[in-house]
């Protein structure tokens, strides 16, 4: 379904503060591949996904979605077939909008926009059904300002729109790291029932080893801008905390030594 | 006095539709356009010089809307294409448009007086020009409310408020951000030359200075209509900006009335818009101080 291929991105080239942040990504993910991305700070995951997402351009290599090579498109394009959820909460939806206008935004993504009525009668019968499903009584608030909502019900909306078209690849960058840490874990399980309802193909990344375990088909770790860990199916499944990090070790060469990632 | 109350209000209703067009740039999309000074006198100097050419008063406002709306595209392509900041290239469209207003009007000013204007049918029904103007403006400030109102409730104008309001959030659903960008100011500088033009028609002329200081005005009236007649929903919104326009022009026409000298107006406007933006600064300073009265916390 995304098939990267010898991806690099350097920031700033040329100046002192050049910064290598990815260096020769491979990757290929497979139709309903659910990966868990992990890794320090500064190992190049955001960066990862705001290049396959089209925020940054690359230096060099190829990015294809479902066969496409969409290298060179540019965010709003790519935007038809990927949906994201970003780490801030205030990111991902239009404040001063409703929380059924921010749906209806949604829901044209990828479509051609028209002098039609931006929302219609029969949309907001299936928003509240979906609303609904969150089980955060924002269905009977369709008219509410999303300004005025909290990061976690703003975060599960963010969710929401983010799969409303169904998604050929979801991207989800640290998405729960905002959130204390009962509602971080309601928006994990709503993402997880998403996700295995849709068979959505997804890449999410995180800061945390346990969840990092706990979900997905497969987990990839990133170091200094380069993916040095994959491990996948079996493996995967009797993967645990003390394990990956004996394996991180030895990949990279280094002791885990993130107080970010150890603690959480 | 009623007279001046008129004027005022007559004034208030064309400078309503400038006000439209500057609400359009700052609040929806987030961006103080300053080539609205250009396009005001733009539209009053197509305006006029098509009318001087002998075309119909009607088609002639039609032109100045036209220009405003290049006015606009100019502006929007420096800003999303050429990667200019928003001020710069509003700046950069305004200076531009000094000397093109110029080369439209040929000299620095244009008299229209005797010449058939927009206003010309009303007046002869019978009605006098203040009248004339207000029924004109009225009609046009009504039939651009009703008109943005529902533009802004369509797929195009949602995708433009959200670029306005998160323009990374639009993007991640799909929104080309920067031909949002580029059409507002488009429509926003059409109305403001069109503005230009019905002032030129009602005034009978056009000055190239005209425009000199009209995004404070437009600022002072946006402003004005939001704290006095408030910002419930979209609808109420605009109607407020037509109140703000007007009641800017009447406390203008009754300073000037109680002896301010005409010079210091520009001083006046620019300290009325400061204060009014810094209100929210001031308020947070206040409201300790009420609960406290109150006795809460």
Not at chain 1, 172 to 186: G, I, M, Q, V
Not at chain 2, 2 to 21: C, E, F, H, K, R
Request: proline share 2%.
């Amino acid at each position: 379904m995304l098939t990267i291929k010898e991806l690099h991105k350097k920031f700033n080239p040329g100046t002192v503060n050049e910064k290598t942040a990815l260096q020769d990504i491979n990757l290929n993910m497979a139709e309903g591949d659910f990966i868990t991305l992990i890794g320090g700070n500064g190992a190049g995951k955001s960066t990862l996904l705001n290049c396959i997402a089209g925020v940054y351009g690359v230096d060099s290599g190829i990015i294809a979605i479902a066969g496409e090579n969409v290298t060179k498109f540019s965010e709003h394009k790519r935007a038809g077939v990927i949906g994201r959820v970003f780490q801030d909460p205030m990111m991902g939806t239009a404040s001063n909008m409703g929380i059924e206008e921010n749906l209806a935004l949604a829901y044209r993504r990828g479509k051609r926009r028209s002098l039609k009525w931006g929302i219609s009668q029969a949309e907001r019968q299936i928003y509240r059904e979906l609303l609904g499903s969150l089980e955060l009584g924002l269905e009977d608030r369709l008219g509410t300002k999303v300004g005025l909502l909290s990061g976690g019900q703003r975060q599960a909306l963010t969710l929401l729109m983010a799969i409303l078209i169904r998604p050929k690849l979801l991207l989800l960058d640290e998405h729960t790291a905002a959130l204390d840490p009962k509602t971080a874990e309601k928006v994990l399980q709503l993402s997880e029932k998403f996700i295995n309802e849709g068979k959505l193909t997804t890449l999410m990344v995180t800061h945390n080893m346990r969840h990092a375990i706990k979900h997905g088909n497969r987990l990839i770790m990133m170091h200094d801008g380069r993916i040095i860990l994959d491990i996948k199916g079996e493996e995967k499944q009797k993967l645990t905390v003390e394990g990956l990090m004996k394996r991180f070790g030895k990949a990279s060469g280094e002791e885990f030594a993130d107080d970010r990632v150890l603690l959480s | 006095m009623l007279q001046i109350i008129l004027g005022a209000v007559s004034l208030g209703l064309l400078w309503a539709v400038m006000t439209m067009g500057v609400y359009i740039t700052y609040r929806i999309l987030n961006i103080a356009d300053l080539s609205v000074e250009g396009s005001i006198a733009m539209g009053a100097a197509i305006g006029a010089q098509c009318i001087m050419r002998g075309m119909n008063p009607y088609a002639a406002t039609a032109m100045a809307f036209v220009g405003g709306m290049l006015a606009g595209l100019a502006t929007g392509i420096l800003h999303t294409r050429l990667k200019i900041p928003a001020l710069l290239s509003g700046i950069l469209t305004m200076i531009a448009l000094y000397s093109v207003n110029l080369r439209i009007l040929g000299k620095a000013n244009i008299s229209l007086l005797r010449m058939d204007t927009v206003y010309t049918v009303f007046e002869n029904f019978g009605l006098n020009k203040s009248s004339a103007v207000i029924t004109l403006g009225l009609l046009c400030v009504l039939g651009l409310v009703g008109l943005l109102y529902w533009f802004f409730g369509t797929e195009i104008g949602c995708a433009i408020r959200a670029t306005g309001n998160n323009p990374q959030m639009a993007r991640a659903q799909g929104i080309d951000t920067g031909n949002m960008i580029i059409l507002g100011l488009v429509i926003s500088n059409g109305m403001v030359a069109l503005s230009g033009a019905l002032i030129a028609q009602s005034q009978s002329f056009a000055d190239v200075q005209m425009g000199i200081g009209s995004i404070v005005i437009g600022l002072a009236s946006v402003i004005i209509g939001e704290v006095l007649f408030g910002k419930r929903n979209f609808f109420n919104r605009l109607i407020a900006l037509v109140l703000g326009a007007i009641t800017y022009r009447i406390i203008i026409a009754l300073v000037l009335r109680m002896g301010m000298p005409a010079s210091d107006l520009k001083l006046f406007t620019a300290m009325t818009v400061a204060i009014a933006l810094s209100l929210p600064v001031f308020r947070s300073y206040l409201k300790p101080l009420q609960r406290s009265k109150k006795g809460e916390m």
